[in-house]
């Protein structure tokens, strides 16, 4: 399966909302409700944001939501903090296998 | 609390095998499947199979087909991720991750495997 497509890079403000895209395809983003976000600092594990598309783990910032409409899932930040500042991946299921999305490094200016 | 704890890195020489291993607790290891994705240097991440602890199945990404083997060890509550035939483009960063109804939480801290000459 192909990777699902993200931006390379955004980027935002201290206060602001920023939205990352995972646009993937009808076989996988469009045909499940299984799209999961990840957030990666560097040199360590990703850690869970977002899972089933919409809902948040245990200890999770209420500032992280997800949201989808059709082929394309969607994580927004908002208040933005400098903590936040790091790579993010999108997960979706093709069949029984799963597919990451390339990945969105968000800098906080 | 729920933890997965990984093997530490390695350094192969192209031709060679390594085998890393991905050792659970906190948890009952045979009621959750285990993943393996890697990331290359500044890449992103890449799917590599999954194992039932259970009963040992797996499936693995066509990609790597013949060449990743994954085995469990009930007894230690333990996954095992071995790659042969390495290439330099194996280096990477290797991740074990639980799966909870097609999530992963937790990942292991990720085990750095280098091939080089």
């Keep these: 399966q192909s990777a699902l497509t993200q931006p390379a890079s955004v980027s935002g ?15 996988d983003v469009g045909s499940y409700n299984l799209v999961s976000w990840y957030q990666q600092h560097p040199g360590k594990a990703p ?3 977002i899972y089933e598309g919409s809902k948040r783990p245990s200890g999770v910032s209420n500032r992280f939501s997800g949201s989808k409409s059709g082929n394309t899932a969607s994580l927004t930040i908002s ?18 296998s799963p597919v990451f999305g390339g990945g969105t490094k968000l800098t906080v200016l | ?23 659970a607790s ?7 499947y285990m993943h393996w994705v890697r990331q290359a ?8 199979g999954i194992i039932n602890p259970s009963g040992g199945s797996t499936s693995y990404a066509q990609k790597l087909q013949g060449r990743v083997t994954m ?5 230690t509550s333990t996954v095992y991720m071995e790659l042969s035939s390495l290439r330099s483009e194996d280096t990477a960063v290797y991740y074990c991750a639980r799966e909870n109804d097609h999530w992963f939480d937790p990942w292991g801290q990720g085990t750095l495997v280098t091939v080089s000459s």
């Design chain 1, 79 to 96: 208040g933005l903090q400098a903590e936040d500042e790091a790579d993010y991946y999108c997960c979706s299921y093709a069949g029984s």
């Design chain 2, 26 to 32: 906190g948890y009952t290891f045979t009621s959750y």
């Design chain 1, 13 to 27: 403000s201290p206060g602001q909302s920023i939205t990352i895209s995972c646009t993937g395809t009808s076989s």
């Design chain 2, 71 to 75: 085995t469990r060890d009930t007894s």
């Design chain 1, 47 to 49: 850690k869970l944001m």
């Design chain 2, 1 to 23: 609390q729920v933890q997965l704890v990984q093997s530490g890195a390695e350094v192969k020489k192209p031709g060679a095998s390594v085998k890393v291993s991905c050792k």
């Design chain 2, 41 to 48: 240097p500044g890449q992103g991440l890449e799917w590599m």
